[in-house]
């Protein structure tokens, strides 16, 4: 059974800087096609990063540059690095994984799906 456990957020000012930690176990879970999200009440879950399949790091526009997506495949860990955060970071932050099977059945690549998510962390970014 694949678990995902988020840690690592706050109540920080604008210009601050919070780290992220998603610890997974199990074993079925792809060690790429992992991102993280961002729930905010009243709008759609945002993808803020994720690793591809070729392991790059992908962002969305709101976090370019600020956000830093990293994963430990010996620890079974995926960081996100925020710096510079803004109120609009404000948010429930939730990381997902992919399937080993769901990887291997789109030829190697990201089905664009994850089949596994934690509970969240929540991030608040006052001004």
């Known amino acids: 059974q694949v678990q995902l456990k988020e840690s690592g957020g706050g109540s920080v000012q604008a210009g601050g800087s919070l780290k992220l930690l998603c610890e997974l176990s199990?074993?079925?879970?792809?060690?790429?096609?992992m991102g993280w999200f961002r729930q905010t009440p009243g709008k759609e879950r945002e993808e803020v990063a994720s690793?591809?399949?070729?392991?790059?790091?992908i962002y969305a526009q709101s976090g370019e540059g600020r956000f830093t997506i990293s994963q430990d495949t010996f620890e079974n860990t995926l960081t996100l690095n925020m710096d510079n955060l803004e109120p609009e970071d404000t948010g429930m932050y939730i990381c997902?994984?992919?399937?080993?099977?769901?990887?291997?059945?789109?030829?190697?690549?990201?089905?664009?799906?994850?089949?596994?998510w934690g509970q969240g962390t929540q991030v608040t970014v006052s001004s």
């Open positions: 199990g074993r079925a879970f792809s060690n790429y096609c």
């Open positions: 997902a994984a992919t399937s080993i099977v769901a990887v291997v059945s789109s030829g190697g690549k990201c089905p664009g799906r994850y089949d596994y």
């Open positions: 690793i591809g399949s070729d392991g790059t790091p």
